[in-house]
């Protein structure tokens, strides 16, 4: 069993920063795939951001330039690192973990922290 664990949320101002954690533990012995994911209020999750064990990264067109993603694989933690803070950007932000490859909506979920940037 595998447990994932979000941590970092909380409310800026338009603007501001702030650096999400996620630890995966149990019985693994490396992750793939890590992504950081967001629901806003009346909205269904989308992918924020992605990465491979190799550090191969994918950013949703409305982050880029803004959130980095990186993870440290002796650790099994990834990061997501948000500036320049919109409120659209509010939203319940959960990790996913995959041990193997990549199936959208599969592998090991957090139960998300919140983000809420206010204007």
């Known amino acids: 069993q595998v447990q994932v664990v979000e941590s970092g949320g909380g409310s800026v101002q338009a603007g501001g920063s702030l650096r999400l954690s996620c630890a995966a533990s149990?019985?693994?012995?490396?992750?793939?795939?890590m992504g950081w994911y967001r629901r806003a209020p009346g909205k269904q999750r989308e992918l924020v951001a992605d990465?491979?064990?190799?550090?191969?990264?994918n950013y949703a067109d409305s982050v880029k330039g803004r959130f980095a993603i990186s993870r440290d694989n002796a650790k099994n933690m990834v990061y997501l690192q948000m500036n320049s803070l919109k409120p659209e950007d509010t939203g319940v932000y959960y990790c996913?973990?995959?041990?193997?490859?990549?199936?959208?909506?599969?592998?090991?979920w957090g139960q998300g922290t919140q983000v809420t940037v206010s204007s």
């Open positions: 990465i491979t064990r190799d550090s191969s990264t």
């Open positions: 996913n973990a995959q041990i193997f490859g990549y199936t959208p909506g599969l592998g090991y």
């Open positions: 149990g019985s693994i012995f490396s992750i793939n795939y």
